[in-house]
């Protein structure tokens, strides 16, 4: 990053995220371009939400065309995208014939901001949540959040939360009890590097969270939309949750999140109940109703599905790579050694942007149009990147 850049954004920017790697002009398709003009393939994907990579043209358009027909009106008052993009998110998610609402916000934080406040409706208090989960930074979804050094500088943090180690039933069937309003799970743990819940997980959590008359609360932010091939991770498991929060990709760039009731959880909320300003404008709807036509249009959960496993297999090719998981273009690499940095710099240097989520594990969520060649050049890049990442 060029001096001047570097020295105006630390002293105009708040240091929550640390030094930025890079100051970034442009992109299109799956690549980007910083300042000095270098090229990148983005294997991120602005962390899972550029679903359809960078100035996609359906985005662009739907944006534009809404931007300047009616671009806000305050939910006092209803549009089109709106009721849209509600519909169309219920039959991806799948209802299972129950009655199905969507609350509509601008964050995944706020997504289950709305969702945590919903499970309050039911009369009860206590939430049971997952070790490495996490749920957002806003106060509620921090109480979620298991990360010690996110949660600690901000205790008291509200709510009643249990945690329990993630995939194991029988400290679930513990923890949960009569009392208890919802069980929260990611079906796939993005920020903790890709951790996918253990075959019958969530369907034991599905009969427990019955059992004791809870709520099954999926937040599949980071999974749903798609990445994983699937509309969502959960869906190969034929488990119905209550509630599911979606974000990162459903705007594909444009801010939007959502909050979708099931069965009960649908109604949980009267009016003045909650609410949100700019949630569920036409301008982030009509961004959304794009990300969804262009998926269902360009067969792009056959094309994740496919070009996940073929990446998933390369990466696995090399000694240094223990383990490679996921689904689809949710990747997470874990290192035989703890060299996560060392691989991600090593990857920008080559001209690949990639994570580092945990020091062990190297995170992939690249855009779903991700093409072939792209990912071919990545894979012969690979033993070079971590050759020069171990040495
Ligand atoms: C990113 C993420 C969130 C928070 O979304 P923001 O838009 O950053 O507030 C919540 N849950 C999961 C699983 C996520 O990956």
Redesign the pocket.
Known sequence: MSTGFTERYRSALMNTFGAPKLVLTRGEGAHVWDEDGQEYVDLLGG???NALGHAHPAIVQAVTTQLSTLGHISNFFASAPQIALAEKLLAVVGTGGRDGRVFFT???????EAAFKLTRRTGRTHLVAMTG??????MG?LAL?SKEAYRAPFEPLPGDVTFVPYGDVDALAAAVTDETAAIVI?PI???AGVVVAPEGFLAAARSIADEHGALLWL?????GMGRTGQWLASAPSGVTPDIV?L??GLGGGF?I?ACVGLGRAATLFEPGNHGTTFGGNPVACAAGLAVIATIEEDGLLEHVTVLGQKLRDGLAADPRVAEVTGEGLLIGVVLTDERSAEVAAAALRAGFILNNATPTRVRLAPPLVLTGDDAEAFLQAWPAILEEAFS
Do not use: C, L, Y
Not at 219 to 223: K, Y
């Open positions: 962390i899972a939400v601008n964050s995944g934080t706020e997504a289950n989960s996490f749920h957002g930074r806003t979804s959040t990611e743990q993005g920020e937040d599949e932010i980071q999974s929060t974000a990162k801010p999140g």
